[in-house]
């Protein structure tokens, strides 16, 4: 049978992917085992072929935390368009569910404590459960850190040194090429004062006013 995942857990795993990128997802999962295909549960594909539950591995060591996550989820119940009716969580031990929802939160007695991973199973119907709205329960992502290896240091430190000696050298060119065009200017000012004819004044003129122009150039 072919099947997918409510459209809602794919936003859902992709916001908790990008906020925690290295989290483990050793206990992830959508689909059932066979020992779910031979019970009901929304880890089997409804009549639609959709999939409604997803599991999300326990690991706050690297940004993924059970505990805040289905009290975020608990909280969201009931007034996000994916946690409508039928939709519930369950994290160690314990369900909250949209259609119990003045209970709050109850004891799980299932053979699986959940202890690992956190389950949710989205609404029933197509309207809630293939919702695209974001979640928004694990607020902003966590900036990356790779720059800040020790490797990646050194690399942008010799960058930076290599790009301030390349810039000091273009101020020295700089420096010593206006020095040699004052030396330059002079010369021809003092030509041209002189006894020269009109066509050689004319082109030592265009000449200092070359110079001029490189000189007016930004650096």
């Known amino acids: 049978m072919t099947w997918r995942t409510a459209r809602s857990l794919d936003v859902g795993l992709d916001e908790i992917n990008r906020a925690a990128p290295r989290r483990s997802k050793i206990s992830d999962g959508s689909i059932g085992d066979t020992a779910h295909s031979s019970r009901v549960s929304d880890h089997n594909p409804n009549p639609a072929g959709v999939v409604r539950a997803r599991d999300f ?6 940004g993924f935390d059970c505990n805040k996550f289905a009290a975020a989820v608990g909280d969201l119940l009931g007034k996000h368009p994916a946690l409508g009716s039928g ?11 949209t259609d119990r929802l003045s209970e709050g939160w109850r004891p799980y007695t299932g053979s699986n404590p959940h202890d690992k991973h956190a389950h949710v199973s989205v609404a029933t119907a197509a309207s809630g459960y293939d919702n695209t709205q974001p979640w928004g329960v694990m607020g902003a992502p966590e900036p990356e850190d790779d720059m800040a290896s020790p490797e990646v240091k050194q690399q942008l430190n010799e ?12 101020r020295a060119f700089r420096r010593g090429k206006t020095a040699s065009d004052k030396k330059v200017k002079a010369l021809l000012r003092k030509a041209i004062e002189s006894g020269w004819d009109d066509a050689t004044k004319a082109q030592a003129r265009e000449i200092l006013a070359a110079i001029q122009a490189q000189e007016d150039e930004p650096e």
Do not use: F, G
């Open 57 to 62: 591995t326990h690991d706050p060591a690297n």
């Open 159 to 170: 960058i930076q040194q290599t790009a301030a000696k390349t810039l000091e050298e273009l």
């Open 87 to 97: 939709a519930y969580v369950i994290w160690n031990r314990r369900i909250k569910s």
